[in-house]
């Protein structure tokens, strides 16, 4: 059973930072394609950054220079460094893992190719 479950979100004022953190059990973690995704009130889910099992990375062009997506294989886990948040960046931010997915193909891919999700964590961003 898959399981990813995270943790770190809360509320900063804009300018701020959060580090959240997507710990995983139940399978190679190293070798899945990793993902964060948000969903803010009244939108739809979007990807936020991606991460490959070669540790090449794509972000969304809205958090480009201000977030960081890293993993540590060792310890099964996923983060999202978030660097100078603003108030849109609002959301539910969820962590997903997609199988059979690498290089190029995990980085291109949305939600829609991700495999198995956490329940998510809330980051709120005041102005």
């Known amino acids: 059973q898959v399981q990813l479950v995270e943790s770190g979100g809360g509320s900063v004022q804009a300018g701020g930072s959060l580090r959240l953190s997507c710990a995983a059990s139940?399978?190679?973690?190293?070798?899945?394609?990793m993902g964060w995704f948000r969903q803010a009130p009244g939108n739809e889910r979007e990807g936020v950054a991606n991460?490959?099992?070669?540790?090449?990375?794509r972000y969304a062009d809205s958090v480009k220079g201000r977030f960081t997506i890293s993993k540590d294989n060792a310890k099964n886990t996923l983060y999202l460094q978030m660097n100078s948040l603003k108030p849109e960046d609002t959301a539910m931010y969820y962590c997903?893992?997609?199988?059979?997915?690498?290089?190029?193909?995990?980085?291109?891919?949305?939600?829609?190719?991700?495999?198995?999700w956490g329940k998510g964590t809330l980051v709120t961003i005041s102005s």
């Open positions: 997903a893992a997609g199988i059979g997915l690498y290089g190029p193909a995990c980085l291109s891919t949305g939600d829609a190719g991700m495999d198995y």
């Open positions: 139940g399978y190679i973690y190293s070798r899945y394609c």
């Open positions: 991460i490959a099992s070669d540790g090449s990375t």
